[in-house]
């Protein structure tokens, strides 16, 4: 008994119901039972925040916004109420999916909007959260719209609002449309966005679930994580458990599969689902081509090799054996047809253009690895481009900057440059760019050295 | 206090500091652009990497708290490695033409990049340009140049966090990203120009500065500014006797870093070249004619001797009247209460002071210190024991200028050491009521109504000219040094005051500055105990918390501040 056998679909069972994104049609198919049921056993003592949270937690839920971090680990870091004291607690749904290659938030938004404020109201629940936000990328206008309807279904149902369900427990949601901006996925970016200012990255410590939105404990999940959370409270743990490859990566998990496949689109399995069957469950490569290189986990992961994607358990520890990450699972197949270097380019230019700008290694290092790929696509590199390149992107990285994203924004450089040189160096090698005189990147190393033991550095 | 190792050296810094600030207290220089001792932690430079034990990752050093026992490694391979890398990038968009930047001597990007970085430039690429962004004015007094920002924010967050007026924000995203004013906003607060000294690079510059003299000619002395009673601590920067800037002095227990605009551009008022010369008035005649300064100060002393004769016959008080100022130093009223009253026996000196806007500076000590004065010294008028003159109080003064005294009471001589004392010194009636004298004599730097009035004119130096103390709103006693001798036919109100007492041999007219400091000291409320040396005389210190000492240490190594180690060209030997 594999907790890898295929499932029938839990978040996305809902999938191609007719007018399956109205309240009415949730009710039906059971929905909001698990917030009736939390809510009713509240005043009785029966439900309490502890025991909702030790449920996610024994559900070994991960993220599923990018790092994988244990969910219910995250929300016992909100500091007790004595610790706090006034200050209010605040949940933050992340719904700015801007990675490229990812669309299944939106999935779940526009299906079966019912089913992420669902989650997003346990989560209140168990976080003891008054007034709960859902942060929607900018150019999701429809959704947007969609959601706004759904929240006041809600309200007019009871299911949100002053004493929700007469259990004494007050609940808002609010719908927040983003400016259009990738960085405003990452949380501190996002909470401060929300705040009203510039999306940028905060310096961490301290956290969000110490000091996050307006300054108060602040929790931010995935919309897919939170409709775990509404699963997880309507069948239990062990039933999560059961699902996934192991201890570590459990529970179903939606892959967005796009490319070279002959039928791209989001598709749940269990989390571990080997990289063959998903593969197979896209149709295979399109038009029966060989593979040459899978993005696991959206831009922002390592390139893999086909070889080095064989039979790969598509979870988190299983993609980080692989030296990638499986990130949002944007799973972006690319067969032997594909210019690595082209591709690598534009990549890097969603890059350049995403920076926030705050900090001096990626916002210039972004743009610095753009122009360069771009010349050597353009049919101008010249022979010491390469070793540049891995050396600028070896420089950005690694606690150079405030948030991840030039770690994000290096990794496709460092994995495509070392994986797929050969293709990086045929361009160079037609390249007619004069190579005027530049000494070779090593000869630099040795004057730093120099410099440095002639005590020239302060 | 923490104890913090850095380098193997062991420092104790405050609980609150951060890993830079404990480098910079262990003599462990870590080039930084974005942090600033008196702004928010944004850590967005990345310049001021180094290695902390017991974490993995390269930090910014501004951004890690200290705790007890932490261990800073500064200049491991690693963290060379990551400024290396910082210093690159930032020079890789940078139009890198300092021979003509203006910011050039005075550069935080120049300084740190012979500190670290790479010897040769490895990219190839194009460099990023700010078209209708570059040099630019965005205010009344700062020009941008955009082409040269670094984005280190320090600018914004002084708009934000100092003055509150938040004018300044960043423009567009990744590496598009600039700094400019809020749409429709000019940068115009009162306190401006400081976004200028901010700026580690020459991004933003003053229009009044910008192109006027390289920094590396200025000489540099130490004065104190004389908008009002304030009092921030200015440095007077100047070449071959003109000013070209003033900029503000740090000091934490009045101005800070900053200074306000009204003050840092007088010193356009300090360039003034159309200095008076000794006149006194032809017996019998509408005309004045220049004279020496012996011929001066000996019919000065004619007229006062007369009056004090008369005053002695007709028994009346106040025949000789005599007006201080609160726009002079301590020791000239000082020398004016001495003589005039002490010596000479015609009554205590009065002054009066104009109210002025109010101004107010963020400070470290007072949160905020207020200004609202027109003069910087009226604490020092009173110290020194003149009277404040306040309208209806009955004094002679006030008889003269209540206009009913028009008789044999009014003064035989008006002596008013400053005759820009009051703005009204430019107003006909005002200076008619004063005229009313028989004699009037005045002290002055520029022509006004006032002096086109007098009988005796005696040429004074302006700020710039002449040291002394001023008393600050806080019961500060602050000094101001010689930046410029004035031309030769110019005194300072000491000289013109101890040439005058020589004449009765009441005064010591080899006296300095210094000298007249140290013999009013023990009769001049607040100058008891202090030192004419000692780092900008300090009166009233205020308790130093261990954050403050740390502050002074800290500060001691800040490269923002001005190291007074060139001795300014008109320093008297006495001091040096
Ligand atoms: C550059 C960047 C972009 C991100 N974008 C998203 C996003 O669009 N949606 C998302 O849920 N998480 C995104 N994240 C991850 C969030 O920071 C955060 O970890 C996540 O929302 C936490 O939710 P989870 O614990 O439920 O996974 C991004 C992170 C980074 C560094
Ligand atoms: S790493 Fe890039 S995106 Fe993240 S805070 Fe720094 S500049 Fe912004
Ligand atoms: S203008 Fe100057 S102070 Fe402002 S961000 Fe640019 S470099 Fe920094
Ligand atoms: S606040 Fe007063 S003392 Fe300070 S600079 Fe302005 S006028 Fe001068
Ligand atoms: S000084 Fe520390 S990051 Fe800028």
Redesign the interface.
Same mark, same amino acid.
């Given at each position: 008994m594999s907790g890898l056998a295929p499932i029938e679909p839990v978040l996305l069972s809902r999938r191609g119901k007719p007018d399956s994104a109205s309240i009415e049609t949730y009710l039906e198919d059971g929905g909001y039972a698990s917030w009736k049921k939390v809510l009713g056993g509240a005043k009785s003592g029966e439900w309490t925040p502890a025991k909702v949270t030790d449920l996610v937690k024994a559900s070994g839920l991960r993220g599923r916004g990018g790092a994988g971090f244990p969910c219910g680990m995250k929300w016992t870091f909100v500091p007790p109420k004595e610790k706090r004291g006034d200050k209010p607690v605040y949940l933050l749904c992340n719904a700015d999916e801007s990675e490229p290659g990812t669309f299944k938030d939106r999935l779940l938004m526009e299906m079966d909007p019912h089913q992420v404020l669902e989650g997003m109201m346990l989560a209140s629940f168990a976080l003891d959260v008054k007034h709960a936000y859902l942060y929607i990328r900018g150019e999701m206008v429809h959704v947007a719209e969609l959601l706004n309807k759904a929240v006041a279904d809600a309200y007019a149902k009871g299911f949100l609002g002053k004493d929700v369900l007469g259990s004494g427990r007050n609940l808002d949601i609010t719908i927040h449309r983003g400016a259009g901006a990738y960085i405003c996925g990452e949380e501190t970016a996002l909470i401060e966005s929300l705040e009203g200012k510039r999306g940028h990255p905060r310096i961490k410590p301290p956290f969000p679930a110490v000091s996050g939105v307006w300054e108060c404990p602040t929790v931010v999940n995935n919309v897919e994580t939170l409709c775990c959370v509404k699963h997880i409270l309507d069948r239990g743990p062990e039933w999560f458990k059961s699902i996934g490859r192991n201890e570590k990566n459990t529970g179903p998990k939606l892959y967005c599969i796009s490319g070279h496949v002959e039928k791209p689109g989001v598709y749940e399995a269990p989390l571990g689902v080997s990289w063959n069957t998903l593969l197979a469950m896209a149709g295979g490569v399109k038009g029966g081509r060989k593979l040459k290189a899978v993005i696991p986990g959206g831009p922002s992961a390592a390139m893999l090799t086909a070889k080095e994607v064989e039979n790969l358990p598509m979870d988190f520890d299983g993609v980080a054996a692989a030296k990638s990450m499986l990130g949002s699972a944007a799973i972006i197949v690319m067969d032997e047809t594909t210019d690595i270097p082209k591709a690598v380019t534009s990549i890097a230019k969603f890059f350049a253009h995403e920076s926030c700008g705050q900090c001096t290694p990626c916002r210039e290092g972004t743009p610095w690895m753009h122009k360069m790929l771009k010349r050597i696509v353009n049919g101008e590199g010249k022979k010491t481009d390469l070793d540049l390149l891995l050396q600028i992107a070896g420089q950005m990285g690694n606690g150079m900057t405030i948030c991840v994203f030039a770690d994000a924004a290096i990794a496709p450089v460092l994995s495509g440059i070392t994986k797929f040189r050969e293709e990086f160096e045929a361009y160079v090698a037609k390249s007619n760019h004069p190579d005027f005189a530049l000494a070779a990147p090593e000869d630099l190393t040795n004057k730093v050295a120099d410099r440095t033991a002639a005590g020239i550095h302060s | 206090m923490a104890k913090v190792t850095v380098d193997g050296k062991v420092v104790e810094v405050p609980n609150d500091a951060n890993a830079l600030e404990a480098c910079r207290a262990a003599g462990v220089?870590?080039?930084h652009f974005c942090y600033h001792p008196r702004l928010s932690? /944004? %850590?967005?430079? *990345?310049?001021c990497?180094v290695e902390v034990e017991g974490v993995p990752?390269?930090?910014a050093s501004c951004?890690v708290p200290v705790r007890d026992g932490m261990v800073i490694k500064a @200049?491991t391979?690693k963290a060379?490695?990551?400024?290396?890398?910082?210093m $690159? =990038?930032?020079l890789?968009?940078h139009p890198l033409d300092c021979p003509i930047c203006d910011q050039a001597g005075e550069c935080k990007l120049q300084d740190n990049a /012979? %500190?670290?970085g790479?010897?040769?430039s *490895?990219? @190839? $690429?194009?460099r990023?340009q700010f078209p209708g962004y570059d040099r630019t004015p965005i205010g009344p007094h700062v020009i941008a140049d955009m082409t040269r920002c670094?984005?280190c924010?320090r600018c914004i967050r002084f708009c934000e966090e100092i003055t509150g007026t938040g004018e300044l924000? =960043?423009v $567009?995203? %990744?590496?598009?990203?600039f700094v400019w004013t809020h749409e429709g906003r000019a940068l115009d607060n009162d306190l401006s120009a400081c976004a200028a000294d901010v700026c580690p690079v020459g991004a933003l510059t003053t229009k009044e500065f910008r192109f006027r003299k390289r920094v590396w000619w200025l000489d540099k002395t130490r004065s104190v500014c004389d908008g009002c009673e304030i009092g921030c601590n200015m440095s007077i920067e100047h070449r071959d006797r003109i000013v070209y800037r003033t900029l503000p002095r740090v000091q934490p227990a009045v101005n800070d870093f900053w200074m306000c605009d009204y003050g840092r551009f007088r010193a356009e008022d300090l360039n003034r070249q159309d200095f008076l010369k000794p006149e006194i008035r032809v017996a019998g005649s509408d005309a004045r004619k220049q004279t020496n300064w012996g011929e001066a100060l000996d019919v000065v002393k004619i007229a006062i001797d007369r009056a004090r004769n008369e005053e002695k016959n007709i028994a009346s008080k106040g025949r000789v009247l005599v007006l201080g100022s609160a726009r002079l130093t301590t020791e000239e009223n000082w020398l004016l209460k001495t003589l005039f009253e002490d010596s000479l026996k015609v009554g205590t000196p009065e002054f009066v002071v104009d109210k002025g806007p109010k101004r107010r500076i963020k400070n470290k000590v007072d949160g905020w210190i207020y200004g609202t004065e027109a003069a910087p010294n009226s604490r020092g008028c009173e110290a020194a024991g003149l009277k404040r003159n306040r309208p209806g109080d009955g004094s002679a003064l006030d008889l003269l200028l209540s206009k009913k005294s028009f008789s044999s009471s009014s003064p035989a001589v008006l002596y008013i050491a400053d005759a820009a004392f009051t703005e009204r010194a430019n107003d006909l009636e005002f200076v008619l009521l004063l005229r009313q004298a028989s004699v009037l004599i005045v002290h002055a730097r520029v022509k006004n109504a006032l002096t086109d009035a007098a009988d005796i004119v005696l040429p004074s130096a302006p700020l710039s000219g002449k040291e002394g103390t001023f008393v600050n709103a806080k019961g500060r006693v602050q000094r101001v040094d010689t930046a410029i001798m004035s031309p030769p036919v110019v005194r300072t109100d000491l000289e013109i005051l101890l040439h005058l007492g020589g004449r009765w041999d009441l005064l010591d007219t080899r006296w300095t500055a210094r000298d007249v400091f140290e013999n009013m000291q023990a009769s001049v409320a607040g100058y008891e105990g202090l030192a004419w040396d000692s780092d900008a005389v300090v009166g009233n210190p205020p308790s130093i918390s261990p954050a403050a000492a740390y502050d002074v240490l800290g500060l001691e190594r800040d490269p923002d501040v001005e190291v007074f180690s060139r001795p300014s060209v008109a320093a008297p030997d006495r001091r040096s």
């Open positions: - | 220089d870590v080039p932690i /944004v %850590g967005q430079c *990345r310049m990497m990752k390269i930090q951004t @200049s391979e060379l490695a990551a400024r290396n890398a910082t $690159e =990038f930032l890789i968009n /012979v %500190g670290a790479l010897p040769v *490895r990219t @190839s $690429e194009p990023r670094i984005q924010t924000t =960043f $567009e995203r %990744g590496g598009h990203t």
